[in-house]
């Protein structure tokens, strides 16, 4: 059993920068895909952000891309989403998700087995 805990929410203004941690319990965290997911008040949970088992493949949502990086340390059963220039809009309950088996795409939550429990980001103007 795989357990996600993330971190590092908080509130900032816009055009600022957070970092989100996503620490996982499993010692097979290397053989997971990671992804991180986010959803505000009213929306569908959308996906922000995804990075293959290495970290040598990174996939991002237009909205975010060139604001956003996705890495990970599996030294540190660690996955983290550096947020800079954040907007008003991006303000929601960022989750993490980790899958085992391969997908051709990384934005569809109901392809991930394992999520965490959210952390809140809120962007104030």
């Known amino acids: 059993q795989v357990q996600l805990v993330e971190s590092g929410g908080g509130l900032v203004q816009a055009g600022g920068s957070l970092r989100l941690s996503c620490a996982s319990s499993?010692?097979?965290?290397?053989?997971?895909?990671m992804g991180w997911f986010r959803q505000a008040p009213g929306k569908e949970r959308e996906f922000v952000a995804g990075i293959n088992r290495s970290g040598s493949s990174t996939y991002y949502a237009d909205s975010v891309k060139g604001r956003f990086t996705i890495s990970r340390d599996n030294a540190k059963n660690t996955v983290y989403l550096q947020m800079n220039s954040l907007k008003p809009e991006d303000a929601a309950v960022y989750f993490c998700?980790?899958?085992?088996?391969?997908?051709?795409?990384?934005?569809?939550?109901?392809?991930?087995?394992?999520w965490g429990q959210g952390t809140q980001v809120t962007v104030s103007s």
């Open positions: 998700a980790g899958r085992y088996y391969y997908s051709a795409t990384y934005s569809r939550p109901d392809e991930y087995d394992y």
């Open positions: 499993g010692r097979t965290f290397s053989t997971y895909y």
